[in-house]
């Protein structure tokens, strides 16, 4: 039972509320539990951005800095020995979650080396590894939807490992790690895995989408009038497409084996642009069977003053796809746009993984 009304509002809708972050102080301090509690959270997500900023300030590592200092460890082992420790014990504290929805929530995230992204073999030998070293049953492995990616999600799958699809910015490339989940579900039944077991979302980004075309549609005029306009449609458009392929003959003979939908998660909800209402990206998103992952500022301001009106997505395909017409005719380039940002989004996460292993060397000294 959530006790806020407005993140009820919003689960009653069908959303699962997950929080964007995760570090050791949240761990222990209690953090995970008062939200679960309080606030009705069901998952949590971590990237290496979020893993650097903990590291470099949080004084809850530094006995296990010491430890893995005097046993010699390289570098790279001990950043990947503090994130699945991390990452293990927030999948416990989550386990209630996990089992009392059947396996659909109570997951947690972890990504695979940013640096592998364009690497398809590696980034399937990480997640199986990463898998193993974690070792709960509800994490999910974050794989990023480069062209490289897409394959690697479908051998993961395969393998019978829940996986996180993530850094996803257009319906085009979308509809391609849908195709690859459900032949990864369809190896997988080959194998001889429990579909039942697997459990998959779509991370869709969403506010960085408006700051990339906002800043294009500036350039050609102040106070653009489709300003602010583009993240909800394209996200509008991304469940659209979800609601197709996962209501297809070829989903529904995969369902009848026990597979589980993959969800679509709303990804970078937190607002960018301080002009606009710190929770447009969860009010204008709340749709049946989806998750919104929050940073907590995010989350605060939905339980303060978010303006949950149902399901505002569902049948909006129309009117979203006009959206996307009009930025065409107004000059921008929609698909340089998409590229840019996938580029921007793979290049900050290695940018952040360098950060993450540079304060572990300092550390072990």
Do not use: C
Not at 317 to 335: H, N
């Amino acid at each position: 039972m959530v006790a806020n009304a407005n993140l009820k509002a919003l689960t009653d809708v069908g959303v699962s509320i997950w929080l964007d972050d995760l570090s050791r102080h949240r761990i222990r301090s209690g953090g995970f539990d008062e939200l679960i509690e309080d606030y009705g959270l069901v998952g949590a997500t971590s990237n290496p951005t979020i893993f650097a900023n903990a590291l470099s300030k949080e004084p809850e590592y530094d006995r296990q800095f010491d430890e893995l200092a005097k046993a010699g460890v390289t570098t790279d082992q001990a950043a990947r020995i503090i994130t699945t420790d991390d990452v293990r014990d927030a999948a416990d504290i989550f386990r209630k979650v996990h089992e009392s929805t059947g396996g659909v929530d109570g997951r947690v995230s972890l990504e695979v080396d940013p640096r592998l992204a364009h690497d398809t073999d590696k980034t399937v030998a990480e997640a199986i590894d990463l898998w193993k070293a974690v070792d709960r049953p509800n994490l999910m492995v974050k794989i990023p939807a480069t062209v490289a990616g897409l394959p690697a999600i479908t051998k993961v799958i395969a393998e019978g490992i829940s996986v996180n699809v993530t850094l996803i910015f257009s319906v085009e490339r979308y509809e391609a790690v849908m195709d690859a989940y459900l032949a990864g579900l369809e190896q997988a039944k080959a194998n001889g895995h429990d579909l039942a077991s697997i459990e998959s979302v779509a991370s869709f980004f969403v506010s960085r989408v408006d700051a990339e075309i906002d800043k294009r549609l500036d350039a050609m005029q102040e106070g653009h009038p489709l300003r602010g306009q583009a993240a909800i449609a394209n996200a509008r458009l991304a469940y659209a497409a979800y609601q197709e392929v996962f209501s297809s003959e070829r989903w529904k003979a995969l369902q009848a084996e026990g597979a589980r939908a993959q969800r679509p998660l709303w990804a970078s909800t937190g607002v960018k642009d301080k002009s606009y209402s710190d929770t447009r990206y969860v009010d204008g998103l709340a749709a049946p069977n989806t998750v919104n992952t929050m940073p907590e500022s995010t989350l605060q301001a939905t339980a303060d003053h978010a303006d949950v009106r149902g399901d505002l997505v569902s049948g909006t395909a129309e009117a979203s796809q006009k959206v996307f017409d009009d930025l065409a005719a107004a000059g921008i380039d929609l698909d340089d746009v998409f590229i840019a940002l996938e580029t921007e989004g793979v290049d900050k996460f290695e940018k952040s993984w360098t950060e993450l292993l540079g304060t572990v060397a300092d550390r072990l000294g």
